[in-house]
């Protein structure tokens, strides 16, 4: 089946780097995918991973698979006030062509 | 900027009564998604339309809840004798699909509140 797990929150120090934790169930998984939700918006691409990569780097943002714990990371590097929102992780078959199974999300704190 | 559109971005309505939404998804985009998401939770995925065929239904809630997509184009949600249970925010999301990756962009959805 299909899941996926994130803690709900995470507190950091403007500056400092952000690391969001996400694991999925589906070993058949091809693309996974970072969201970001600010108050009363929609969801924003912010980056994504095929399966047979270990790890993208774009700007600020470094994402990292595990595949054989099926463990995926984002980092945000030098976190400011605006990166304050809901990250949500999801993972996809056949790219995402039947729908994605999203994370509850986690909420990024920024503490000045 | 022609991203995804979502009209009307809130709607109030009486338990009971039927509501539709649209979306315009981004132009050259050929596969439109549903997705529902209710307070503190992830999107969960409704249903989806490549060009004007609706290639997955099963996911949606319940025989109340519709969508069409008749020309390929633009889509509609309609959900009839709402229920305070159906309060959430309604997102629509569009790719192009080929034969490799085809990440969803979406709308900035529409919340219903069921009084």
Known sequence: GEDVEQSLFLSVREGDSSVINCTYTDSSSTYLYWYKQEPGAGLQLLTYIFSNMDMKQDQRLTVLLNKKDKHLSLRIADTQTGDSAIYFCAESIRGGADGLTFGKGTHLIIQP | ?115
């Open chain 2, 1 to 115: 900027d022609t991203g995804v559109s979502q009209n009307p971005r809130h709607k109030i309505t009486k338990r009971g009564q039927n509501v539709t939404f649209r979306c315009d998804p981004i132009s050259e985009h050929n596969r439109l998604y549903w997705y529902r998401q209710t307070l503190g939770q992830g999107p969960e995925f409704l249903t989806y339309f490549q060009n004007e065929a609706q290639l997955e239904k099963s996911r949606l809630l319940s025989d109340r809840f519709s969508a069409e997509r008749p020309k390929g184009s633009f889509s509609t949600l309609e959900i009839q004798r709402t229920e305070q249970g159906d309060s959430a925010m309604y997102l629509c999301a569009s790719s192009l699909y080929r034969q490799s990756n085809s990440p969803l962009h979406f709308g900035n959805g529409t919340r219903l509140t069921v009084t």
